[in-house]
């Protein structure tokens, strides 16, 4: 039996290989254009004309995209998603869709758009066309409102907790030398630390130190945005040209009507609060 | 008891009673598929032929190799690439699992025939019944007893593995126990731990019946 398993191990591994290779198919590039025209991607036309859209969202991270107590899905991507269904005249169907498997779902055009909080890094580009952002991310800096640190300037001296391995850790390391750095493994352990008093301010991304604010009062986010900015951008199949340019013009007009920060009050408001400069995470118009 | 009101708000109890079905819908399916295809692959498997032999015991241990993870990702996108074929989540999700029940029941199967001894033929054939007479009255209720309490056990593996389709876009139980915490993580920050324990219950309540009628079925054996 001994040579039986050696041959399944070694039809496995062609398996696996094939399916990595399978994978990895737009990188290696060649062939590619033909594979779009075989249905990887739907036009806007298909789309129109099928009368349906499907766009992959969370349906478990509050509040981008998730399923609220009655059993709809809700959120700041859903909120958009339901707004290009509309401008399309097409039915909406949304998929629920996992961080990891966010690429697959669209080179494998299981859906048409993906609306998962998706942030726009180079790695990704290779493997998906991103649309004009709708939102960013930076870093936040939240403390006590006894002592409200409201620069980064003014923590020269003083003691930031910080998580490790997190971009606050690498921004402060390189451009505050001065700010002294406590840090931590895990989120909680880091929180427990600003309520202890044992750091005078905890620094990670604003969405997070924004949304702690609001539930834990007594703290304040004076810092609401700081050091480099990530966008998050709604992201078609590579190659999907057609629908590209009408998401980039469907955001280019949506700023008229100042879409987003519509979007923002409906959605993030109650969990980031009215106080925060909307500006800080909205972009109007894909421009950061 | 801070927590447990979520389980009661909005439709969140029916919510989870629906992915408990999906859980359960999927198992049952693929358990029947497999019945019926496992047992033919288990017949496959007494052949003396021995080209059939290896064929069938490399398609066992290749679904004993590949974690159930893999074979679903596969299955679900690999196939739309090589193929453009587009299956559902669900569709993929019974395609893995009957392939996976399938070669378990045929092993299954393949051993609990084997495991008949053969004065049990050759006394059969001595009292002067015919080959169907023989298989009816002695050998398949004597191998079905065997077999019962390995294919429950089956199907409760089947039932718990489920929760990795919801990476395919399968809402299932414990799918829909994330979004619930999720969507409360701010109002009721310890729903957690009341969630998980209303999902322990549901699967607790599929599996403990299928788990006495197992143990029921291997006692009766035994005293035999």
């Given at each position: ?288 | ?30 358990i029947?598929l497999s019945l019926i295809l496992g047992s033919a692959l288990g ?57 996976w029940g399938t070669a378990e029941v045929g092993d299954l199967v393949r ?36 077999l019962?309490?390995n294919i429950?056990?089956l ?70």
């Amino acid at each position: 039996m001994n040579m039986i398993k050696k041959i399944a191990a070694a039809v496995s591994a062609a398996i696996l290989a094939l399916s990595l290779a399978a994978c990895s198919g737009t990188e290696s590039g060649s062939g590619n254009s033909g594979s779009s025209e075989n249905g990887n991607y739907r036009t806007v036309d298909e789309i129109k004309s099928e009368g349906k859209i499907s766009i992959g969202v969370f349906s478990d991270k509050m509040p981008f995209g998730y399923v609220d107590n009655e059993g709809e899905y809700q959120g700041y991507d859903v909120y958009f998603a339901r707004r290009i269904a509309q401008d399309l005249n097409v039915e909406l169907e949304l998929v629920p869709v996992e961080a990891a498997s966010r690429v697959e779902f669209l080179q494998t055009g299981k859906v048409d758009i993906i609306l998962a909080n998706f942030t726009v890094t180079e790695e990704r580009a290779k493997q998906v066309d991103f649309a004009l952002p709708y939102m960013k991310v930076a870093l936040g800096v939240v403390s006590p409102d006894s002592a409200v640190i409201s620069s980064a300037d003014e923590l020269n001296g003083k003691t930031l907790i910080v998580v490790k391995g997190t971009t606050a850790e690498t921004y402060f390391t390189e451009n505050y030398p001065d700010v002294k750095l406590q840090k931590y493994d895990e989120y909680n352990e880091a929180y427990s630390a600003l309520q202890d008093g044992r750091g005078d301010a905890f620094s990670t991304d604003n969405t997070e130190v924004l949304a702690w604010a609001m539930s834990n009062h007594g703290f304040t986010v004076g810092v609401e945005s700081l050091g480099s900015v990530d966008a998050i951008a709604p992201a078609v199949t590579k190659g999907n040209e057609e629908l590209l340019t009408w998401l980039n013009e469907e955001i280019k007009s949506l700023a008229d009507e100042q879409f987003f920060h519509a979007d923002y009050d409906a959605t993030l408001a109650s969990v980031y609060g009215d106080t925060v400069d909307k500006d800080n995470l909205v972009v109007e118009g894909g421009q950061m | 008891m801070r927590g447990i009101e979520v389980l009661f708000l909005g439709n969140n109890m029916l919510r989870l009673l629906e992915g408990l079905w999906v859980t359960v819908r999927l198992a049952l399916i693929s358990i029947g598929l497999s019945l019926i295809l496992g047992s033919a692959l288990g017949a496959a498997m007494t052949l003396k032929n021995k080209v059939v032999k290896v064929i069938t015991r490399v398609y066992l241990e290749i679904i004993r190799i590949m974690p159930q993870l893999v074979f679903l990702f596969i299955v679900f996108f690999g196939v739309t690439k090589l193929t453009g074929a587009n299956l559902s989540g669900e569709v993929s999700a019974v395609i893995v699992f009957t392939l996976w029940g399938t070669a378990e029941v045929g092993d299954l199967v393949r051993s609990a025939f084997g495991a008949i001894p053969k004065h049990q033929f050759e006394s059969g054939i001595s009292l002067g019944l015919s080959k169907p007479q023989l298989y009816l009255f002695i050998i398949f209720p004597q191998a079905l007893r065997g077999l019962i309490p390995n294919i429950i056990n089956l199907s409760m593996r089947m039932i718990m593995t489920t929760a990795l389709v919801s990476l395919i876009g399968v809402t299932e139980v414990l799918k829909v126990g994330k979004q619930i915490i999720d969507a409360n993580r701010f109002d009721y920050p310890n729903a957690a731990i009341w969630v998980y324990a209303a999902i322990f219950l549901l699967y607790f309540l599929i599996c403990f019946p299928l788990s006495l009628v197992s143990r029921g079925l291997a006692k009766r054996r035994a005293d035999k």
